[in-house]
């Protein structure tokens, strides 16, 4: 129950499924982002937790920051900004790496 208003909390985002308390929450959170973090860096962008509440912070190469609830809507800002999709499972991205680089 919020404190504030009386009304039951937001539940959270299934991904935190098995987070118990609040720093559990944050670490899914920060590691979602280093994930995250590679994907979207060869487009120019970089996710981070916003601090002030549950989502993402998705910043692009020219500064621009949008403040997003989930990982969905991670990517429909990023393709939107990009002109087309991202493909998270594209096989540059899941490709195992070269153990020679």
Known sequence: MCNA???PTRPGHWTDAGADNAGDRLRLQLRRAQVLN???KGYGFTARPPGHAPGFALS???GRTTILPDL???WQEAAQQLGHPIDPLDPRFTAPADPAT
């Open 5 to 7: 208003c009386g009304f």
């Open 38 to 40: 590679k994907l979207l």
């Open 72 to 74: 969905e809507a991670v």
């Open 60 to 62: 692009s190469f020219s």
